[in-house]
């Protein structure tokens, strides 16, 4: 069974940068998509990022594109989401998760973290 850490949280400021990390354990994250989803106060968990097994591949929604970058180094079994320019609606608990095949664009996810909190004030 595959262990989802995430870290990397805080508050920041409108415009600031956060790199959130998702560290694995039980199993190499080499042959499966990784993704980061994000719930809010009041709204239902969205998705934010994904990455295909091999790295080659990213999605995102469209609300972060262009100032978020998700990333992964299998040899060391982490993804990480930089977050740069940061808006107060980008406020969540943001959740790494393993996906359910090696596709940036699996909509199924089998494993999840515990999450971490961003907070950005305007």
């Known amino acids: 069974q595959v262990q989802l850490v995430e870290s990397g949280g805080g508050l920041v400021q409108a415009g600031g940068s956060l790199r959130l990390s998702c560290s694995a354990s039980?199993?190499?994250?080499?042959?499966?998509?990784m993704g980061w989803f994000r719930h809010a106060p009041g709204k239902e968990r969205e998705f934010v990022a994904a990455?295909?097994?091999?790295?080659?591949?990213?999605h995102y929604t469209d609300s972060v594109k262009g100032r978020f970058t998700i990333s992964r180094d299998n040899a060391k079994n982490t993804v990480w989401l930089q977050m740069n320019s940061l808006k107060p609606e980008d406020t969540a608990v943001y959740y790494c998760?393993?996906?359910?095949?090696?596709?940036?664009?699996?909509?199924?996810?089998?494993?999840w973290g515990q999450g971490t909190q961003v907070t950005v004030s305007s």
């Open positions: 990455i295909s097994g091999s790295g080659l591949s990213t």
């Open positions: 998760a393993h996906g359910h095949s090696t596709s940036a664009y699996s909509l199924e996810y089998d494993f």
């Open positions: 039980g199993r190499t994250l080499t042959n499966y998509a």
